[in-house]
């Protein structure tokens, strides 16, 4: 059973930045596929970045509407994926959740990930 453990939202103003964490089990990069998704109120739960598990190359994946300001990150020392974040907007508020799939290759679909954290609350403020 994966464990993932998400940190570090909160408020901030549009414009600025924030790093996500998700520790997960030891040995998860080895075998899964990480995907950082968020969920605003109203809306359904969606990919906004994605990194395969080291095995097939770390590749990412990133929604068209965060490309160019935010990064998405594994450090398998610390069991850790991070997404950085910057060039803030209100509109990206919502919970955001670290998860981790089985696929081969990355999915967008939610269905594809099996294992997820709690969810850390982001608030933009405009």
């Known amino acids: 059973q994966v464990q993932l453990v998400e940190s570090g939202g909160g408020l901030v103003q549009a414009g600025g930045s924030l790093r996500l964490s998700c520790a997960a089990s030891?040995?998860?990069?080895?075998?899964?596929?990480m995907g950082w998704f968020r969920q605003a109120p109203g809306k359904e739960r969606a990919l906004v970045a994605g990194?395969?598990?080291?095995?097939?190359?770390?590749?990412?994946y990133y929604a068209d509407s965060v490309k160019g300001r935010f990064t998405i990150s594994g450090d398998d020392r610390k069991n850790t994926v991070y997404l950085q974040m910057k060039s803030l907007k209100a509109e990206d508020t919502a919970v955001y959740y670290c998860?981790?799939?089985?696929?081969?290759?990355?999915?967008?679909?939610?269905?594809?990930?099996?294992?997820w954290g709690q969810g850390t609350q982001v608030t933009v403020s405009s």
């Open positions: 998860a981790a799939g089985g696929r081969p290759t990355i999915t967008t679909d939610a269905a594809d990930f099996g294992s």
């Open positions: 030891e040995g998860t990069f080895s075998n899964y596929n």
């Open positions: 990194i395969g598990n080291r095995w097939r190359g770390s590749v990412t």
